[in-house]
Nanobody, 121 residues
Framework: QVPVVESGGGLAQAGGSLRLSCTAGELTFDDYGMGWFRQAPGKGREGIAVIGRVGATDYALSVKGRFTISRDNANNILYLQMNSLKAEDTGMYYC???????????????WGQGTQVTVSS
């Protein structure tokens, strides 16, 4: 069973919003740093937002000010609120978890299967 599962992707218009969720039912959630990564067609996996065990956050410059990462430790859920979406935000979005603080590096131990986000211009 996959330890982290994403949901909430879909189609949005440029300027619109989407909220992604990631459930981590099999992990001791409080012990893990969590991150959101995305992969556009033909490109590598890019770290876009991360949150540490005690809530410290970091963002890629491409999404800073538009995306917000948050975590609900009581319910083992990670969120990514995406506002002011752009066509270049299109891609597969992955949730990741690790006890090691990898920040925006794609070296996390646990990965979900991804949820597709498509932004039309």
């Amino acid at each position: 069973q996959v330890p982290v599962v994403e949901s909430g992707g879909g189609l949005a218009q440029a300027g619109g919003s989407l909220r992604l969720s990631c459930t981590a039912g099999e992990l001791t959630f409080d012990d893990y740093g969590m991150g959101w990564f995305r992969q556009a067609p033909g490109k590598g996996r890019e770290g876009i937002a991360v949150i540490g065990r005690v809530g410290a956050t970091d963002y890629a410059l491409s999404v800073k000010g538009r995306f917000t990462i948050s975590r609900d430790n009581a319910n083992n859920i990670l969120y990514l609120q995406m506002n002011s979406l752009k066509a270049e935000d299109t891609g597969m979005y992955y949730c990741a978890a690790d006890r090691v603080d990898w920040r925006l590096l794609p070296r996390y131990n646990y990965w979900g299967q991804g949820t597709q986000v498509t932004v039309s211009s």
